[in-house]
């Protein structure tokens, strides 16, 4: 099957940071693909560079080539919104908070499809009963709905363009535990009706674990180890993953010191960038930045010999 | 008892943000309120604190009422109470230097000046895990596990009796995370404060706490000490918030708790 | 501009900075943008002329106001570089000498202005309550009063002269200063770090001095410099209607205003003042837009 995302050899700069700096990646149509690393990896200037919506001065390389379109040479705009949506973490700020949610639904549908305004919220108010909330709610502000209640909002306007592509970029971060649970479960519901790919950009591993098929661990903008969800994060090969697993409080282990990852992120030009903190760290690691062989990026692979 | 909450109502407008609230922590423990947003939590660590005034019921520290006390005596059992926030950056005046941040709680206690002071912030901030090229930084020169140290160094300057950390590392990142949670479980055995954790991170309270009140809607509705809490939760709300905690795969999606209360 | 306006800060949109403090990114980030650099370059030159004015006027006795009938209404020459008046005054000489009272008299009143207004918005701002309702009423009540109406009373009552004028001005002003710090106060109370202050038990006082008016240092300066522009316009206004300076004091507007009779036939009595006053002002507000550029926290420690 070919791939609906194919991100190929992707470099983010920004003046002299390169923030991402080579990252390859792929989503089948249908898969759930998590995107996992922590803050300054390069996991969101990834989702950005999908959209084409990087910031002004970012400058990208490499390829970007969804559903046979190439993003980072053609018009992005075409792509956007109609094959790849995005939903972002603070649901809060993304509505206009002086328009009704059903005004917004109506702007959008219209633009897009050109319809009526009586089709309009006759679409919304269906595109709302597939995320769970009652039709009373387009006629709500944003600032009477609950966080939960504006990310479902958030994810029937993704869904109002029928989109191939769905970006989550931290959607649960913002939420309690018991909506982030449920907007989990939405998503995975809507993905397996509509049948559209979701790349999941998240720091939270735990999460990654209930909803991906497959995963990329991203370290300070690579990857550092990619395979199925449950492989990756129940027995990591990568030291990076091993460490970032073992540093989890879990509620199932006893308590006890946790593990935590000495030093700070470095973006070594040469040599694997997680060298100067893992504790199987030897002198070709400093030498040489290890190729992804077998999807770990990591000379001694499974540890050193 | 290092604190002792007892029928605690604080109402804003018509709203019940706390109900009547019950709760005591012992010295040297750790008791965490688990909850969510709007459950009442932070209104809670609000009253604790002395930032607001409770509508009805009771807060003592040390067995001293903060609602019976004239302002003056109140600010003196405030330092008694100290608070570690959520967000570093915003819980650290970006104005001044890591050293004058320490030094002025530092000084509030010990009454030292000049070297002497300046010692006396230097050994805290080395106990924390930050060395003196840090005392003329300013917080955004600092990352944001450094920059809770600097809030812990903070708080803890004035040895208070019970530290509230309202959400510690839920703004860090994993590693970081770690490495605070250690911190904070050594600071608590050579005669530390009591801990106040507010949370909604199931695990972190696994990790850290002795003790559990889990809050709903401005109520404690179950308290338990924590191993039996997260072996046997005895309250609905208690059981679906445990479900919601992610990391058991696929099929932990799959049952059917998602149902609204 | 109607001249009532004339008597009002220009708005300039503000937020608490909670950021570092400004250091040598702000001053950077200023000397890179060309308009703040033209108003840092006309700011300076006024403060030249203040300071220096009085030695390098051509004609210092003419400059203090002394009559020269003999050479009344001359065309701007090579004697007098920007011609002379209709009592025989050298121009250059009366904007040179009038380049001090203009500063002095601008920097005083936005000073005294911030001085009164900033504790008082911080007090509203921060304590809240009754306390604020009273601050703020207060300051309507001034607001309320048209400024020029109110400049009339005070200068009624005590005369008119550049230095009533000024008072009349600081009551007029100050009340901007309170909103404007009770406003960054309001929101900087609910901060985590100013919380924090309180749980330390520190009194209110050191609160307000030593975490929340330190993050409203960057909008106090920027409103002040762009007001230390307006004050300059609307105290030359006064003049202008004849309730600030009085002659023989070399001052802008009342030379504008000496010479408009004339303006037909000997421009140069009202235009070359008039020039001085437009150049001071369009310093002052090139300087304020671009420190407030510079000040944003959104710049600072990037």
């Known amino acids: 099957m070919s791939d609906l995302l194919s991100v190929e050899d992707l470099e983010v700069s920004i003046g002299a ?39 002004p001065g970012a400058r990208a390389s490499g390829r970007v080539v969804l559903g046979g379109d190439d993003v980072l040479g053609g018009d992005p705009r075409a792509v956007r919104g109609r094959k790849v949506t995005m939903v972002f973490q603070n649901p809060g700020t993304a509505f206009d908070p002086v328009t009704t949610i059903g005004g917004q639904f109506a702007r959008v549908l219209r633009a897009h499809t050109g319809c009526s305004r009586r089709a309009a919220r006759a679409r919304a108010a269906e595109l709302l009963t597939a995320v769970e909330l009652p039709e009373r709610v387009l006629d709500n502000y944003p600032h009477q709905l609950s966080g939960g209640m504006l990310q479902r909002c958030m994810i029937a306007l993704a869904l109002s363009c029928e989109p191939s592509l769905v970006i989550a970029d931290e959607a649960t971060t913002a939420l309690d535990v018991t909506v982030a649970r449920q907007i989990l479960r939405l998503l995975l519901r809507l993905q397996r009706e509509h049948g559209f790919g979701v790349m999941f950009v998240t720091h939270n591993l735990a999460e990654a674990r209930d909803i991906c098929d497959r995963v990329y661990v991203l370290y300070a903008g690579r990857v550092a180890e990619e395979g199925m969800a449950h492989a990756v ?51 070709v690691c400093r030498a040489e930045t290890p190729p992804a062989h077998d999807g770990v990026a990591c000379h001694f692979p499974g540890g050193a010999p | 008892m290092i604190l002792s909450v007892t029928g605690l109502v604080k109402t804003f407008g018509s709203v019940r943000a706390v109900d009547g609230v019950d709760l005591s922590v012992a010295a040297g423990e750790t008791y965490a309120v688990v909850g969510e947003s709007g459950s009442g939590k932070t209104t809670l660590a609000r009253c604790v604190l002395g930032l607001i005034r409770p509508t009805s019921g009771s807060v003592l520290v040390e067995g001293d009422d903060t ?29 001044m230097t890591v050293e ?98 507010i949370s909604h991170d199931l695990a972190v309270v696994r990790h850290l706490a002795d003790r559990v009140g ?46 609204e209360p | 501009m109607s ?184 929101s900087l109370r609910e901060r985590p770090f100013v919380e924090g202050a309180r749980t330390l038990g520190l009194r ?55 010479g408009r009779t004339y303006v037909f036939s000997q421009w140069w009595m009202s235009a070359f003042p008039g020039a001085a006053i437009f150049l001071a002002v369009l310093g002052f507000n090139l300087l304020g837009d671009g420190l407030r550029d510079a000040l944003d926290p959104r710049e600072v420690g990037r």
């Not at chain 2, 401005?218 to 918030?241: C, I, Q, S």
């Open chain 3, 204 to 258: 209110d006082v050191t609160i307000m001095r030593r975490h929340i008016l330190p993050n409203c240092s960057s909008p106090i300066l920027v409103q002040a410099t762009t007001d230390i522009g307006t004050v300059l316009l609307a105290a030359g206004s006064l003049a202008f209607i004849g309730l600030g300076a009085q002659p023989p004091t070399p001052d802008w507007g009342l030379m504008v205003a000496e």
């Open chain 2, 67 to 95: 609602a019976t006390m004239r302002p003056g005596d109140l600010r003196l059992l405030r330092r008694r109470v100290q608070i570690v926030f959520q967000n570093p950056h915003a819980s650290l005046n970006p104005r």
């Open chain 2, 214 to 259: 889990v809050m709903y809607r401005g109520r404690l509705v179950e308290e338990a000490p924590a191993d039996r809490l997260f072996a046997e939760p005895a309250h609905d709300y208690t059981r679906r918030l445990l479900d919601s905690v992610p990391g058991r795969g696929r099929e932990s999606m799959e049952t059917a708790h998602g149902v």
């Open chain 1, 233 to 283: 994060l129940d027995r990591p090969r990568h030291p990076y993953t091993r460490a970032l697993l073992a540093a989890l409080p879990r509620l199932d282990a006893p308590r006890g010191r946790l593990a935590s990852i000495p030093g700070s992120v470095s973006h070594a030009e040469v040599g694997c960038s997680f060298a100067e903190r893992c504790p199987d760290a030897k002198d």
């Open chain 2, 100 to 197: 004058r941040l320490v030094a002025e709680p530092m000084r509030l206690r010990t009454g030292s000046k000049g070297a002497a002071l300046r010692d006396e912030v230097v050994a805290d901030l080395d106990r924390l895990g930050l060395g003196p090229a840090h005392l003329s930084r300013y917080p955004h020169e600092l990352s944001g596990g450094q920059l809770q140290r600097v809030a812990l160094a903070r708080a803890l300057a004035l040895r208070p009796r019970l530290l509230v950390l309202d959400e510690p590392t839920s703004a860090l990142d994993v590693s970081v995370q770690a490495q605070i949670l250690n911190l904070l479980a050594d600071l608590r055995t050579h005669d530390g404060p009591a801990y106040l954790l």
């Open chain 3, 3 to 186: 001249l009532t306006s004339l008597f009002k800060p220009k708005a300039v949109a503000l937020a608490p900075t909670a950021a570092a403090p400004p250091g040598r990114g702000a001053l950077r980030a200023l000397l890179r943008d060309g308009p703040a650099v033209l108003g840092l370059v006309l700011v300076g030159l006024l403060v030249l002329m203040a300071a220096l004015g009085p030695l390098i006027a051509p004609f210092p006795d003419q400059g203090a106001g002394a009559a020269n009938v003999a050479d009344r209404n001359l065309a701007p020459s090579l004697t007098h570089l920007l011609g002379t008046d209709a009592m025989g005054r050298d121009i250059l000489s009366r904007i040179l000498y009038g380049a001090r009272p203009a500063l002095l008299v601008s920097v005083g009143v936005v000073g005294l202005a911030v001085l009164v207004g900033v504790p008082l918005g911080l007090v509203a701002g921060f304590r809240g309550g009754r306390l604020d309702e009273a601050i703020m009423r207060v300051s309507d009540m001034f607001l309320a009063f048209p400024p020029l109406l109110l400049a009339m009373v005070i200068v009624s009552l005590l005369g008119p002269s550049l230095w009533n004028a000024a008072i009349a001005l600081v009551v007029s002003w100050w009340p901007w200063y309170a909103r404007l710090v009770r406003g960054l106060a309001v």
């Open chain 1, 17 to 55: 940071v390169r923030p991402v700096r080579g990252v390859s990646l792929r989503v089948a149509p249908g898969e759930i693909v998590g995107v996992v690393g922590e803050t300054g990896c390069g996991k969101t200037l990834t989702g950005l560079a999908v959209l084409g919506l990087l910031p």
